[in-house]
C-alpha cells in the first residue's frame, strides 16, 4: 500500500506565500509523477502542479509564475511553493502520484490540506 502525507497548508494574506509538502512512503517501486491538484469551494478539482519523472513540470496557467513545483526523489517528496497568493486560490489541495508496479500504474492521492487567501 501507498500512504501521501501532506503538510503546510493554512491562512494566508494575499500577497503572501506558503509552502506545502507531501511525503510518500509504502510500496512505491516506481514514481511516474508527483503533483499537486486543488478543489475551491463549490467547484470540480482541478491541475495544479504536476511533475512528470524526466520532464519539465507542467502548471495550470492560473499559477505560472507564481507557483513552483519541486521534488526531493531521495525523499519521494513534492513540494508546492506558492506565491504571491490569492483569494482565488483558496481551495483544498491534493497531492496526486503515479506510479508503475510490474508494467501497472495506479494513481493515488492525499487527503488533502487547506490553504485559505484571506485578509
Known amino acids: 500500500q501507498v500512504q501521501l502525507v501532506e503538510s503546510g497548508g493554512g491562512l494566508v494574506q494575499p500577497g503572501g506565500s506558503l509552502r506545502v509538502s507531501c511525503a510518500a512512503s509504502?510500496?512505491?517501486?516506481?514514481?511516474?509523477?508527483m503533483g499537486w491538484y486543488r478543489q475551491p469551494p463549490g467547484k470540480e478539482r482541478e491541475l495544479v502542479a504536476v511533475s512528470t519523472s524526466g520532464d519539465m513540470p507542467n502548471y495550470a496557467d492560473s499559477v505560472k509564475g507564481r507557483f513552483t513545483i519541486s521534488r526531493d526523489n531521495a525523499k519521494n517528496t513534492v513540494y508546492l511553493q506558492m506565491n504571491s497568493l490569492k483569494p482565488d486560490d483558496t481551495a483544498v489541495y491534493y497531492c496526486y502520484l503515479k506510479v508503475k508496479r510490474y508494467s501497472v500504474q495506479y494513481d493515488y492521492w492525499g487527503q488533502g490540506t487547506q490553504v485559505t487567501v484571506s485578509s
Open positions: 509504502g510500496s512505491i517501486f516506481s514514481i511516474i509523477a
